[in-house]
């Protein structure tokens, strides 16, 4: 496994790391999800993510107690704030009140006294941006969390927060969670430019579209059972039979470098400087052996040029 530094800062992060949206706490039973998490650390993934809306707490929880078997310095955790956690008026968003209750909570639900990143999981429209950064940056100087960072923003929210911050001496914006895959490309034009220039590193998730890219879907009238495609209308619907073959010229040129179609996916995303991490979802430990191989594979420019012909941007 190799690793990289996040964004201007001097941590480094596995260029492939586990996360645990739509599987820990949820349908992806304990055991597999635990085994998960033991395959990535054993394979020298440090980096793990998960979110207080994930399940409700229970992904934290799960993740918690499965990372305690390890040095809490040997892996990175992080976990987020934003979405609805309650039925009340101020159990969503990013004020200083639901910040401070839920960091706790996530905490309390980690078992830990600390989390490595702490992200805005989207961006609160009804909040300053002033009252959002100054809650972050006390939970910074309380030693509860070690960088903040944010998830889908647009790249003029976060210019705009890397200047409250400067203005204030508020703790910056390290790190920012995307979607990014070869169907989904929106970060190409802004996002990425401005963590280049400003200092923030991407963590992407949904590298694989949701599986698209591994080549197990190979007709729309035909998804697997055992996916989440056929547990998730939505995903479902992303599945369109011209995705699907584009996969299959892809997979010609997997064959070609002798490595899965998945992994060329992984290693596409990767030959992005900007971005530190890919961010896999895995519900058997198998599937993070197999996404783990990408780490280290570097594509030329005749077969990134090759890739983009059939992707046809």
Known sequence: MKYRKLGGTG??????????????????????????????????????????????????ELVGEALRAYPRESYVLATKVFGQMGDGPNDRGLSRKHIFEQANASLKRLGHDYVDIYYCHRYDQETPLEETLRALDDLVRQGKVLYVGVSEWQASQMAEALGVADRFLLDRIVVNQPIYNMFERYIEKEVI??????????????????????????????????????????????????KIGKVRKLEGIAQELNVSVGNLALAWILRQPNVASALIGASRPEQVTENAKASGIELNEDIINRIEEILAN
């Open 11 to 60: 941590l480094k992060v596995s260029e492939i790391s586990l996360g645990s949206w739509l599987t820990y706490g949820g349908y992806v039973e304990r055991e597999n999800a635990v085994n998960s998490i033991k395959a990535a650390y054993e394979l020298g993934i440090n980096f793990f993510d998960t979110a207080n809306v994930y399940e409700r707490g229970a992904a934290e």
């Open 193 to 242: 430019p401005l963590g280049e220039r400003s200092g923030i590193g991407q963590v992407v998730f949904s590298p694989l579209a949701q599986g698209l890219l591994t080549g197990k879907y190979t007709s729309t009238a035909d998804i697997p059972a055992d996916s989440r495609a056929a547990k998730l209308d939505w995903m479902h619907k992303a599945i369109t039979e011209e």
